[in-house]
């Protein structure tokens, strides 16, 4: 059978970490609530040691949800630990997700920790929160710049206190596909006790690869995807939800994977981040873009009147969008006769022959003809036509 992925979402989390970003508790929860209905299985729901409002954020997702975990993000440090359990302690599955950088231009600059000590801490710290939370996330922060050894003994260490799920973030956005599906292969090779855990894909987009990047990870060995909706996050952000989960149910049989995700909901949850974030998605964005299912060109519209499936891959009703023929400059008869017929003007070939040398006048001065304006055009040949 073929295997299914499952989708921790951290939007709330990653993706409030966007420049301008800033969620009210009610934009949380309500995003919260949409998640879970799309069908992501984890929600980081915030940093709780971050701000009060954070904590306070958390601790209403986590009365709110019932079927989702939801986590609480901590760095290797005890109150930021203690926060995070406190915060999600009402959560029907709570789970507290763990991190420390392990690269080496994060030890030496930003930690000022040596290897050792980053293992000791990973081994106390690990223990400690897994005493009191059933579900532990180990991150290794940067693991795609970090040494594959070190990160192997920083990953066992971490499996070895306990952690239940191991995440492997590339922090930066730095590796390619092949590189990013090595690390999951190295590791598996390596480090002891790699099946009794979970492993999860956390990527980012600073080259535009993290679809790809993540879609590799699970093609080698990761059985879960981080992410955030629109792929909204640090920089250039994060791998989008939408766009993994869609092109996994597309190339289900490529990938031997499915999806939990309702993707008929994406237009929908797109729109409510898009919202609560004000960053409109870029039109040409794949799925939830206005043009992600419009067809201008003359030849895409003649083909896709004849069967959409020569220039759609997925039916748009399939992620909750519509197909569009929008007329342009490069629009051809077949779509611009559809247009007439369904504004009520029901046309014939021969009729064409005089309409569309006038419509392309119009569609050479316009960016995209209206309904209006063919409106228009066409009580002006009526009227020439009665003179
Ligand atoms: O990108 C990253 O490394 C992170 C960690 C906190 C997991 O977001
Ligand atoms: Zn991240």
């Not at 009147?305 to 051809?332: D, N, Q, W």
């Not at 070939?349 to 050479?364: D, G, V």
Request: glycine letters at 6%.
């Amino acid at each position: 059978m073929t295997q299914q992925i499952t989708f921790y979402d951290t939007t709330l989390r990653d993706g409030e970490q966007t420049i301008g970003v800033n969620f009210s508790i009610e934009d949380k929860v309500a995003i919260a609530m949409a998640l879970e209905a799309y069908g992501v299985s984890a929600i980081e729901a915030g940093f709780p040691a971050a701000s009060q409002k954070d904590f306070d954020a958390v601790v209403k997702i986590a009365q709110t949800i019932t079927q989702a975990k939801v986590v609480g993000l901590a760095r290797l440090v005890r109150s930021d630990i203690d926060q995070a359990i406190q915060a999600t302690r009402m959560a029907k599955c709570p789970a507290i997700h763990l991190f420390i950088a392990t690269s080496p231009v994060h030890r030496d600059y930003k930690l000022h920790m040596t290897p050792d000590e980053i293992i000791a801490a990973i081994t106390k710290e690990v223990t400690y929160a897994r005493q009191l939370v059933p579900d532990v996330i180990f991150s290794p922060e940067d693991a795609t710049r970090t040494e594959l050894p070190f990160l192997a003994s920083a990953v066992q260490a971490a499996i070895a206190a306990g952690a239940t799920m191991i995440n492997i973030p590339d922090t930066v956005g730095y590796d390619t596909p092949e590189e990013y599906g090595a690390v999951f292969d190295y590791l598996q090779a390596h480090v002891a006790g790699y099946e009794r855990v979970g492993w999860s894909t956390h990527t980012h987009n600073d080259l535009g690869m993290a679809t790809a990047n993540a879609l590799m990870g699970v093609a080698h060995g990761a059985n879960e995807i981080q992410g955030t909706i629109n792929g909204i996050g640090e920089r250039a952000g994060n791998v989008d939800v939408i766009e993994a989960a869609a092109a996994l149910y597309v190339r289900q049989r490529a990938f031997e994977r499915q999806t939990p995700i309702q993707l008929p909901q994406s237009k929908a949850i797109s729109d409510l981040v898009a919202h609560a974030t004000h960053m409109p998605v870029a039109r040409n964005k794949p799925i939830v873009g206005c043009n992600a299912f419009a067809h201008e060109s003359g030849i895409h519209q003649d083909g896709y009147l004849k069967h959409p499936a020569t220039y759609e891959i997925l039916k748009p009703e399939m992620v909750g969008a519509k197909a569009s023929l929008p007329l342009g400059k490069l629009s051809g008869s077949h779509a611009v006769m559809q247009k007439l017929t369904a504004l009520g003007f029901p046309v014939t070939r021969e009729m064409m022959a005089t309409i569309f040398p006038t419509f392309k006048q119009l569609a050479e001065v316009t960016d995209i003809v209206s309904d209006q304006q063919i409106q228009a055009m066409m009580q002006e040949i009526f009227q020439k036509e009665m003179v």
